[in-house]
């Protein structure tokens, strides 16, 4: 039966290669099991619920990935995705979290139309490459700069920014752990990023700044998010442009990873992406389910070209990869364990176990900066002032505002309007709009 429905022998692989693959790809992205309910939590979600609601959808998401579209991609709550819920639109709009998981719902029911619609591929093809890879180097340099401050490698200073203190056994903790990770990255070791923060932990238990906690034990409950999402809050607070954002981030998130994917397991023919549709489906589907459990939105991740790599062509890999995610629910002393921030000086919270994970990530994210043209100036201009103004403006969408609006203008004005469309300018026209009518 299994053969039958996953093909095996026509994809060239067996029931025993598609597990390892699953595995692998389980291990290359288990870190978001700990990563996010330690962002989450900043935004004042309990730590428990997030962990059973990142784990649950990440499993629903890539079970159906597996049997519906049949690849073995895996998902889970999306790293830049979770920043922008976080640090924009709650701690930085003053948003309740409870209205931006309404927001996230919203996008994901869009989603879910535009996928039944077949309109999400041209959606793509609207936003220029350029554009597109200066909004995504941006976000992982906003990352590595959360991750920084979380290490305490750098700090706040009054008006600017200083090296941290490396007198304080925390920073030491974190640089080690950034030094330890980024080895094992280095080295292509398969699951490095969740590998280095088990060794860090281990250090700072024997450092007595981690406090041994156990490694498995009771699941908590996920009633403190479980349908807590508020809908109309979402349109009350009249957050279209936070919903825009999403739609947009996930749309290019998900799609760059399909055609990374496509490319890496030779699943691309004649240009075209198999079944492509119901990928983008299950990915929405999977962004409606984690807003009602209780977390930020659900994408493919990339890193499931790890299991790729080790043989994996069939949605069977996936199945695995979500099993594994049912079991994490078990392990929750641990992740609390190493995720739980530890109280420094002066108020700060301190992520020493984690923290170097984001800037690895933030690290791996910037690779698309090299895909802008910088050649020619109403290409890179938009695509740098968008790739500073994330981190610089410490939002995701300001910095793609400032993308998005400067690149119509330099088209329009330097008789390039005919590289321009109705997306583009429907979108700079909405962030003009914002800022001269929505904000004081």
Sequence with gaps: MLERFFRFSELNTNIRTEIIAGLTTFMAMAYIIVVQPSVLFQAGMDFGAVMVATCLSSSIATLLMGLYARY???????????????????????????????????????????????????????????????????????IAFIGLLQAGIIEKSQLTLAIGNF?????????????????????????????????TAVIGLSMGIVKYQGVVGKIPSISPTFMKLDILGALRYGIFTVIFVFLFMDIFDTVGTVVGIGQAGGFIQNSKMPRANKILF??????????MLGTSTVTSYIESAAGISSGGRTGFASIITSLCFLLSLFFYPFVNMIGTGIPGKGGITLYPVTAPALIIVGSLIMVSVKKIRWEEPTEGIPAFLAFAGIPLTYSIG?????????YVFLKLFSGKYKELNWVLIVVAVAFICKYVFLLK
């Design 398 to 406: 300001d910095g793609m505002a400032l993308g998005f609006i400067s």
């Design 282 to 291: 299950s990915d929405a589907v999977g962004t409606v389910v984690g807003a």
């Design 72 to 142: 073995p991609i895996a998902l889970a709550p999306g790293m830049g995705l979770n920043f922008y819920f976080v640090f924009t639109v709650i701690l930085g709009m003053g948003i309740p979290w409870e209205s931006a998981l309404g927001a996230v719902f919203i996008s994901g029911v869009v989603f879910i139309i535009l996928s039944l619609w077949r309109v999400r591929e041209k959606l793509v093809d609207a936003i220029p490459e350029s554009l597109q890879s200066g909004i995504a180097a941006g976000i992982g340099l906003f």
């Design 167 to 199: 007198h304080d056994s925390k920073v030491i903790l974190s640089m080690t752990g950034l030094l330890i990770t980024s080895f094992l990255v280095s080295k292509r070791l398969k699951g490095g990023i969740l590998l280095g923060m088990v060794i």
